[in-house]
């Protein structure tokens, strides 16, 4: 960096780009995911397959809806058309999850596009035109795209991770496991993972907090001349923080996922989905004893980068 680079690098907005797409690589990790921790849910719950059938999303075609059905689809081993689950409706949290993913995988994806135009475009101010010779006052430091795409991408990740909190609740319930409240399995009174919904609420309360738009407020500077701001920078800060609490969220779901399916002795044999047990069973104590879950939930964040590769 010499003398005179720093307009440059403050109109290229930089800094900005690139907490942006660390962000938004993060999110799109974590997203992909969570369709192997909410299939293992789906597993220790008995799931109605119904929900992920291909005739229901070619009835409402959205892209993500549509290919977090298939995803949920491969991982499950399904068919076209399954057979009916053990429940005739299951909780949203399972039913519903196509249909609240989809945005999330959408405006990860157009963040990504967005960004991608960013980072290769060219905006300094005054632009040079070496074809025509002249000089272009312009505004493309303003980052309205980069804003309001890291908004809606925080949003749709937060009505996600409300999704995992909730299948949390259904795996620590007996009417849906068969299981002990809590998935306790000590003598009476244990409390098993009960834990894990507090420590979720309280990231899921993180995540609400950096899901807040940015894009609602503004600034005029330099005597009325620059009269917005997009609050760009805010919303990628945003970005960052809604990551570390989205993977709060998940790995406490993972954590009780395995657990329940442990203890129910779950055949994944024939599944897909089994390769993500297999890996998150490498890394989390079996021990179903009353005792801190801050090992367990450090180790299941750990795990979710391989989860994604599935």
Known sequence: VHAGDALAFMSSNAATLAEATLAAMRL?????ASHAVAALTYVALDG????????????RP???????????????????TPKPGRRIQDPFGLRAF??????????????RDVLAVEINASTENPMISTV??????????????VSTALDQARATVHQVA?????????????????????????????????????????????LRQAAL???????????????????????????????????????CELVAAVRALRMR???????????????ASEVLDASVDDRPLTGDIAAAVGVLDRLARI
Not at 176 to 188: D, E, M, N
């Open 28 to 32: 799109d990790t974590l997203t992909r």
């Open 48 to 59: 109605n397959p119904e929900a992920y059938a291909t005739p229901v999303h070619e009835a």
């Open 62 to 80: 959205h892209a993500g809806q549509v290919a977090c059905a298939a995803e949920m689809r491969r991982l499950l081993g399904m068919h076209q």
């Open 98 to 111: 196509p249909q609240v993913q989809g945005p999330a995988l959408d405006a990860i994806h157009y963040l």
């Open 132 to 145: 025509h010779g002249d000089a272009y006052h312009h505004a493309h430091f303003h980052t309205a795209y």
């Open 162 to 206: 409300e999704l995992s909190v909730a299948r949390l609740g259904d795996l620590v319930e007996p009417e849906f496991t068969g299981l002990r409240p809590f998935l306790a399995a000590g003598p009476a009174g244990s409390s098993g993972v009960m834990i894990l919904e507090y420590v979720a609420h309280d990231a899921l309360t993180e």
């Open 213 to 251: 738009p940015a894009t609602l407020g503004t600034a005029v500077v330099s005597r009325g001349i620059e009269d917005h701001a997009s609050f760009s920078t805010q919303a990628a800060r945003a970005a960052t923080a809604a990551c570390q609490a989205y993977q709060q969220v998940l790995a």
């Open 265 to 279: 002795d779950a055949d994944l044999v024939d599944l897909p989905v089994r390769d993500a047990f297999e890996m």
